[in-house]
């Protein structure tokens, strides 16, 4: 007869990404270069929409949201990625609750990008569909109501899709996966 028992390990093995030895430097050099490029042109474009006066309309200030979006999504995925391109498998370790908040805001990253097109979207249907009565529809508040609500519905989704995983014990101490997410967070379950 087998037992049940639980193995709630807080410090979890990452698998990194699978390169050779010749080519470690090569995808570090990569994934830093396209790190500065990523940062330095969302800061640009928050820079420029924030000094040019012709740009505060809804459709730029929405966009802003795309930018932090990708700045803190990638803030939080591409340094932790890099670190471990450096160190040796079995020295890529990251402690339960790192893996969690890794995992939260990798899925807010791709779940405030959705919300946010779709808020644009329903920008671009309103400026078509009603020209006359757009700015009355998109007013300022409007567009700090949209984005709390695009903010606040991925980060309840988010949550509840963590809520439910985290609650699993597990029995796994790999993560198969360069970054934690969900799915590597379920599949350490019992």
């Not at 430097?25 to 800061?43: E, G, H, M």
């Not at 340094?79 to 402690?95: F, V």
Request: with cysteine; proline share 4%; glycine share 4%.
């Amino acid at each position: 007869m087998m037992e049940n028992y639980t193995f709630n390990s807080f410090t979890l093995q990452l698998e990194g990404l699978k390169v050779t030895e010749a080519s470690v430097y090569p995808f570090f050099v990569f994934f830093f270069v396209s790190y500065i490029v990523i940062l330095l042109f969302n800061i640009g474009i928050l820079t420029l929409i924030f000094i040019d006066s012709s740009l505060h309309q809804p459709m730029y200030l929405l966009f802003c949201n795309l930018s932090c979006n990708d700045i803190l999504g990638n803030s939080i995925l591409i340094p932790r990625l890099l670190l471990d391109l450096l160190r040796p498998p079995s020295e890529r370790l990251i402690t339960y609750y790192e893996c969690v908040v890794q995992a939260f805001i990798s899925h807010m990253f791709g779940t405030m990008s959705h919300t946010v097109l779709i808020i644009m979207a329903f920008d671009r249907y309103v400026a078509i569909c009603n020209p006359l009565r757009y700015a009355a529809i998109m007013s300022p508040r409007m567009v700090v109501k949209l984005t709390l609500s695009a903010w606040g519905s991925a980060f309840v989704l988010v949550g509840v899709l963590l809520g439910l995983t985290i609650r699993l014990s597990r029995c796994r101490t790999l993560i198969t996966n360069p970054f934690c997410d969900n799915a590597s967070l379920f599949k350490l379950s019992c």
